[in-house]
T-cell receptor, first 112, second 113 residues
Framework: DSGVTQTPKHLITATGQRVTLRCSPRSGDLSVYWYQQSLDQGLQFLIHYYNGEERAKGNILERFSAQQFPDLHSELNLSSLELGDSALYFC???????????FGEGSWLTVV | AQSVTQLGSHVSVSEGALVLLRCNYSSSVPPYLFWYVQYPNQGLQLLLKYTSAATLVKGINGFEAEFKKSETSFHLTKPSAHMSDAAEYFCAVSNQAGTALIFGKGTTLSVSS
């Protein structure tokens, strides 16, 4: 158990819908990262927040957004979902950038 | 931009044989390098990391990796494979700001008895 908690573990939704994935980082970790894992794209970095502020953006679509709240939990919002958004979404956390990053078990999103 | 290339998407070994998973990196600055393992239906677990200290890094489960600047490589090895090592392995490099890990495409390790 890495200490990073993600909910829900599995989610099935229809095209065009919007979903929110939630992440609770390890106790004491200020950095939260979101990654998308799919068969064709592999592990893609989406976005990084540090203590509530966005620090880095990767290959995140405009339909996707994220935020980190004062209690340090984070949410990834996915809207206008397409079939191609079906993937495993990982949240990860670290004390701060350049420290070891710990991954949650992921949220499986299936868009039908 | 930093990147890693994992050579071989699939490696098969026999139980007790040497495991060698290859990773080459591209970085204009001294890199931080990592190996993660992903077991089926699980998240990623850190095996080991290189942060410019010793070039030979020992990790969990008997794995180790050697940083070779001249070859821009960070290959993962284990002297004797166990059935439980069957998983997907990812090499990663930290970006220059240290704000993200950039992953390779992964290598699936199969171990046969």
């Amino acid at each position: 158990d890495s200490g990073v908690t993600q909910t829900p573990k599995h989610l099935i939704t229809a095209t065009g819908q919007r979903v929110t994935l939630r992440c609770s980082p390890r106790s004491g970790d200020l950095s939260v990262y979101w990654y998308q894992q799919s068969l064709d794209q592999g592990l893609q970095f989406l976005i990084h927040y540090y203590n509530g502020e966005e620090r880095a953006k990767g290959n995140i679509l405009e339909r996707f957004s994220a935020q980190q709240f004062p209690d340090l939990h984070s949410e990834l919002n996915l809207s206008s979902l397409e079939l191609g958004d079906s993937a495993l979404y990982f949240c990860a956390s670290s004390v701060e950038p350049r420290n070891t990053i710990y991954f949650g078990e992921g949220s499986w999103l299936t868009v039908v | 931009a930093q990147s890693v290339t994992q050579l071989g998407s699939h490696v098969s070994v026999s139980e007790g044989a040497l495991v060698l998973l290859r990773c080459n990196y591209s970085s204009s600055v001294p890199p931080y390098l990592f190996w993660y393992v992903q077991y089926p239906n699980q998240g990623l677990q850190l095996l080991l990391k290189y942060t410019s200290a010793a070039t030979l890094v020992k990790g969990i489960n008997g794995f180790e990796a050697e940083f070779k600047k001249s070859e821009t490589s960070f290959h993962l090895t284990k002297p004797s494979a166990h059935m439980s090592d069957a998983a997907e392995y990812f090499c990663a490099v930290s970006n220059q700001a240290g704000t993200a890990l950039i992953f390779g495409k992964g290598t699936t390790l199969s171990v046969s008895s």
